[in-house]
């Protein structure tokens, strides 16, 4: 079945050094989308990316698709401590609905 | 706008106890629904997904059930809990799948219910 693979599984960094995560699906994705989930939270959205190759940015965050919508990957620049959490992305493949996760990455800042 | 509602938020069964999580979502018609367990420290494991009343795709097959009685409304169940079921158990809604499933969009979650089995 349909698979989604992250890496890191966990990242600690310096406050202000950057930070990148990685995402690479099984299957050819209808879409990439990305959330954070805060120590104690429920996952919240961050964006959704659904042309190959497409890039966004966030401030100081920057998400790409692949050019075979197949990976993805967020970048964050000049970490703070506020980005303390951990980010997953996820996909859809096709029209079933379906929506499958990666296991996250997992990020501490230490300031 | 839309809101969605899970409860309890936490909860402590004894093993072999049922169990009866529910989740409402107001605002929105014939939203996609999704149940999610997540283990300490760890990702999100699909458990069932929803796209209509009694339309429901079992993911993991264990001593889970989901049901959907409603169109908004989306039961997760349990006769006889294991220890292996503790976690932290998420509901989700998202917008319908277009016809020509061309547009997917966002996952809204509940605020979850940490179950532990004792």
């Known amino acids: 079945g349909q698979q989604v693979m992250q890496i890191p599984q966990y990242q600690h960094v310096q406050e202000g050094e950057d930070f990148t995560t990685y995402c690479n699906s099984s299957t050819t994705l209808s879409n990439i989308q990305w959330y954070k989930q805060r120590p104690g939270g429920h996952p919240v959205f961050l964006i959704q990316l659904v042309k190959s190759g497409e890039v966004k940015k966030q401030k100081r965050l920057t998400f790409q698709f692949g050019e075979a919508k197949k990976n993805s990957s967020l970048h964050i620049t000049a970490t703070q401590t506020t980005d303390v959490g951990t980010y997953f992305c996820?996909?859809?493949?096709?029209?079933?609905?379906?929506?499958?996760f990666g296991q996250g990455t997992t990020l501490q800042v230490k300031p | 706008s839309q809101t969605i509602h899970q409860w309890p938020a936490t909860l402590v069964q004894p093993v072999g106890s049922p169990l009866s999580l529910e989740c409402t979502v107001e605002g929105t018609s014939n939203p996609n629904l999704y149940w999610y367990r997540q283990a300490a420290g760890r990702g999100l494991q699909l458990l069932f997904y929803?796209?209509?009343?009694?339309?429901i795709s079992s993911e993991v097959p264990q001593n889970l059930s989901a049901s959907r009685p409603q169109d908004r409304q989306f039961i997760l169940s349990s006769k006889k809990l294991l220890l292996s079921d503790s976690g932290f158990y998420l509901c989700a809604w998202s917008p319908p799948t277009s016809p020509r499933g061309t547009k997917n969009t966002e996952a809204f979650f509940g605020q979850g219910t940490r179950l532990t089995v004792v």
């Open positions: 996820a996909g859809h493949s096709g029209n079933t609905g379906k929506l499958i």
């Open positions: 929803s796209i209509g009343i009694d339309q």
